[in-house]
């Protein structure tokens, strides 16, 4: 019997133009072991108060299945965290861990 090989969801966002155009983004996790995700663009809600918290990467592809704006960053190329819009975050499988 063939055993199939587990497929993990990740997200990731190619910076299309500007200096950092071609830059591979993922998702940012802070200091605190958290990813962050807003229902709207995070610059709108300098609080926090619309965003969500969520420690795994599928609980965070769920987030932006629902229409939140996930915070991803590139830190081996200098790049920060910028709020990316769900409909051009990208969605793909990697191989996951046994």
């Given at each position: 019997m063939e055993e199939k090989e587990e497929m993990d969801e990740k997200l990731r966002y190619i910076v299309k133009r500007g200096k950092n155009a071609g830059i591979v983004l993922t998702p940012h996790l802070y200091e605190d072991g958290y990813f962050r995700a807003y229902k709207t663009n995070s610059r709108n809600d300098p609080t926090g108060k619309e965003g969500k918290r969520v420690t795994k990467e599928?609980?965070?592809?769920?987030?932006?299945?629902s229409g939140y704006h996930v915070r991803m960053s590139n830190p081996t190329k200098g790049h920060p965290p910028s709020t990316v819009k769900p409909e051009i975050v990208i969605e793909y499988k990697v191989p996951g861990n046994p």
């Amino acid at each position: 019997m063939e055993e199939k090989e587990e497929m993990d969801e990740k997200l990731r966002y190619i910076v299309k133009r500007g200096k950092n155009a071609g830059i591979v983004l993922t998702p940012h996790l802070y200091e605190d072991g958290y990813f962050r995700a807003y229902k709207t663009n995070s610059r709108n809600d300098p609080t926090g108060k619309e965003g969500k918290r969520v420690t795994k990467e599928p609980d965070l592809i769920s987030l932006v299945r629902s229409g939140y704006h996930v915070r991803m960053s590139n830190p081996t190329k200098g790049h920060p965290p910028s709020t990316v819009k769900p409909e051009i975050v990208i969605e793909y499988k990697v191989p996951g861990n046994p």
